[in-house]
């Protein structure tokens, strides 16, 4: 069992920046494939980003390409989100998602997840 928590959302301008939040606890995040996803009004949840367990692979959705940055920091035992150059379109609550175990790629789908954070909001204005 993982329980997630996100923190870091708000308002911010066009261009602006925001360090998103996720922290675990009941599991160390060490061997934790995790992920964010993103979901707008009347629209889908979306992958944004994925790591692996060793933190040796990221993924990306093409959207956030060079300007988001997902990294962990196990001794924190949290998962962050940088995200730079923000757009109106950025605009969605975005999750943390986790999955246990010793998982060699970053997992893009949402099903591959059993464990959610609640969810915070990104506001971007233009």
């Known amino acids: 069992q993982v329980d997630l928590v996100e923190s870091g959302g708000g308002e911010v301008q066009a261009g602006g920046s925001l360090r998103l939040s996720c922290a675990a606890s009941r599991h160390t995040i060490s061997n934790v494939a995790m992920g964010w996803f993103r979901q707008a009004p009347g629209k889908e949840r979306e992958f944004v980003a994925a790591?692996?367990?060793?933190?040796?692979?990221?993924d990306y959705a093409d959207f956030v390409k060079a300007r988001f940055t997902i990294n962990k920091d196990n001794a924190k035992n949290t998962l962050y989100l940088q995200m730079n150059n923000l757009k109106p379109e950025d605009t969605a609550v975005y999750y943390c998602a986790a999955k246990v175990g010793i998982v060699a790629d970053p997992l893009r789908g949402l099903n591959e997840y059993p464990y959610w954070g609640q969810g915070t909001q990104v506001t971007v204005s233009s």
């Open positions: 790591i692996n367990w060793s933190e040796r692979r990221t």
